[in-house]
């Protein structure tokens, strides 16, 4: 009798277990259709465009939790000490920033105080009778290189000479009410009297048209020259003042006159540097 | 005589409101893995699911699991049907054994849903997704979470079918 209720009590509890759960059956359909999809998205990668096209319906929830980030994070500052040093740091970064360019405008104006110091200097020298000094105002580049200086225009005469920090840089090419345009010492047909300071040699040098590029006029084939000679003004004919650097001889070749060689003076003007020009008569 | 038609209606709005309660959970889902950027999800929509599954067994069927699998792996951007796969063999399991579930204590429940979630959890870093070094810790620490919001996640559940199944 005990036997048989154990049994009764044996079958009830295992029924219990049983009646109405799910079988293993009915996973199965699904299963396979999941499993069938698994391969075709780890074959064909057919999952990527539903991907990105449901992932847009997903963006609103995402956003919203951005946005909630952004939220709790401002308002955890506001009641936080961390409020008032975000905003002193902004404002000391604001500070920062307009010391900067305070600091900018400084080093300019240094700048621009060293040049002038420089410009100055050649005023003192005796080869220079008179000196007006201007500013650049503006400047058109290669190939047709110019720079127009703001200057006091009753002073100036087309004489003049137009000197940089760099030295010797140009001539006068025209006057304008308001103010002067100068063209740079290797233009076409700018003829300079010079003299190799080796040497000691009085030559005449010619502006081709070419960027920094000079040539020494009837250079005698017997003269004394080398590569890296140094050519300054000469300061006869009375219009260049005497003892500014030229450039270097950088060329030496035969031309088609045999008794002559063509020589290349790379110029050292440099046409586009500074800010301050000085006009100069010997 | 209607009661075999009133019994259907009342199936497809319970049918209906255990959808809306999961896709409520996946919402929820979404929004604190977005607040969180972790590498392993808290999956409160499997939970929703547990929970229908030995509530409501006869109920909620397996086209929901499979709805909201493919939800999650789309944004999660893992495999299609990943999700889906395991969340058929948990309702599957849940389903089989809702008898023996029921019967268990808050605790054990919160056990054996911490057991679950930590076993699809593995399965699915090391299956679907990319391994990382911090991932343990994100792992036991979602696992613990999981157990303790278990007996919040049942009573609210609870509280919502006992509401519904008495107003309709």
Known sequence: MFQKEHKQTSIASNAIFTTGSMRASKLLPSL????????????????????SAFLESFSPISNLSQSTTELSKEISLFFTSQYKLVNDLEEKNNEIEKLNFELLKLEQLSKENEELLEIMGYTKKQTISKSVIGEIIDMSYFPKESISIKTNIAEISEEMVALSLNGLVGIIDQIFPSYVKVIPIYEKKVNIPGVIQRTNQNIILEGIGEQNKLLIKNFKKNSNILLEDKVFTSGLGGKYPKGF??????????????????????????????????FANP | MTEYL?????FISIYFFIGITILISLVIEIFISNLFNLSVYLPITLMFLIYWNMALPKDIGLIWAMIFGFCLDVNQEILLGSHVLLFLLISYLTQRYFHRLRALYMIQQSLFVAVVILIYQIILILFFSEFKGSIFLELILMTVLSAFLWPVIFGILRQLRIKFIQSS
């Open chain 1, 32 to 51: 396979i259709f999941t499993i069938f999809i698994l391969i075709l998205d780890i074959n064909f990668s057919l999952g990527k465009e539903i991907k």
């Open chain 1, 245 to 278: 650097l030229i450039g270097i001889v950088n060329k030496i070749s035969a031309s088609k006159d045999d008794s002559i060689l063509e020589v290349e003076v790379q110029s050292l003007s440099n046409f586009d540097t500074g800010t301050k020009i000085l």
């Open chain 2, 6 to 10: 009133d019994k259907k209606n009342n």
